[in-house]
Nanobody
């Protein structure tokens, strides 16, 4: 089981930006597809973006197109989710996983909380 650690969340204002990080202390992430997911209060977990092991990119939700940018830094063994022009509805716990579909994820990490508030 690949264990991932999410970080970078916090409190931000609408229109602001955050960069979330997904890292692993044991596994080399460039060998894996990495998906970012989020779960808002009272809602189902949803996939927002995914990067394959060959670096093809997918954004799943129309609401995040042009605002969410997924990228890798193999030297830092990290996958990032840049969130621009934050909206209130981006408030959620964000998770990363070695899958692009939530039903293929065996276990979830702690996630990182993003709160958008003025």
């Amino acid at each position: 089981q690949v264990q991932l650690v999410e970080s970078g969340g916090g409190l931000a204002q609408p229109g602001g930006s955050l960069r979330l990080s997904c890292t692993s202390y044991k596994f080399t992430l460039e060998n894996y597809m990495i998906g970012w997911f989020r779960q808002a209060p009272g809602k189902e977990r949803e996939g927002v973006s995914c990067i394959s092991s060959s670096d093809s990119l997918t954004n799943f939700a129309d609401s995040v197109n042009d605002r969410f940018i997924i990228s890798r830094d193999n030297a830092k063994n990290a996958v990032y989710l840049q969130i621009n022009n934050l909206k209130y509805e981006d408030t959620a716990i964000y998770f990363c996983a070695t899958a692009c579909r939530s039903d293929l994820v065996g276990s979830w990490g702690q996630g990182t909380q993003v709160t958008v508030s003025s």
